[in-house]
């Protein structure tokens, strides 16, 4: 069984607790749950993780190289400001997906550049969390070579 790895950045652990207006009343443990749900119906092993830590978040990038078949990331903050996770993905040498769950274009001026958007295959941006779900999807599309 083919894995994809769902990487979460800084806060978001407090998503559905704070900001619904912006980030909408669901929990990161019930966007795990979408993902998984996602996952076995494509028979797709999901790992999914959060971390506050930008090391942390690092070390994950790099041991999935050569051992998972995508990465959905939501970077949160260090979308805007982290070259060295912009580095890290390029040394693991997997697809990519970059997903926001705010339309980040919509926003303030310094959520308009991202590091990662340089090496993702795809980025999603204001569909909620149902862009992680479209993010699993569109992995099990490609995996099945459609
Ligand atoms: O729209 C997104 O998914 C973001 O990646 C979320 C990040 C933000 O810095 C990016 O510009 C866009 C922030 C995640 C923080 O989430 C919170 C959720 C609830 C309460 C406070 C923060």
Redesign the pocket.
């Known amino acids: 069984m083919k894995t994809v790895l769902v990487l979460n950045?800084?806060?978001?652990?407090?998503?559905?607790?704070?900001?619904?207006e912006?980030?909408g009343r669901e929990t990161l443990a019930d966007v795990e749950a979408l993902c998984r749900a996602a996952g076995a119906r494509h028979d797709l092993a999901i790992e999914f993780q959060q971390t506050n830590h930008e090391g942390q978040m690092i070390d994950w990038i790099h041991q999935a190289r050569g051992r998972v078949a995508g990465i959905v990331i939501?970077?949160?903050?260090?979308?805007?400001t982290s070259v060295a996770i912009h580095d890290a993905l390029i040394a693991a040498e997997v697809p990519v997906i970059e997903?926001?769950?705010?339309?980040?274009h919509r926003?303030?001026a310094?959520?308009h550049h991202s590091y990662v958007s340089l090496v993702a295959q795809s980025v999603l941006?204001?569909f909620g969390t149902h862009?992680y779900v479209l993010a699993v999807d569109h992995f099990a599309r490609q995996l099945q070579g459609a």
């Open positions: 950045g800084p806060n978001l652990n407090m998503l559905g607790l704070r900001q619904p912006v980030y939501n970077p949160g903050a260090w979308t805007h997903v926001h769950i705010s339309n980040v926003r303030e310094f959520r941006a204001g862009g």
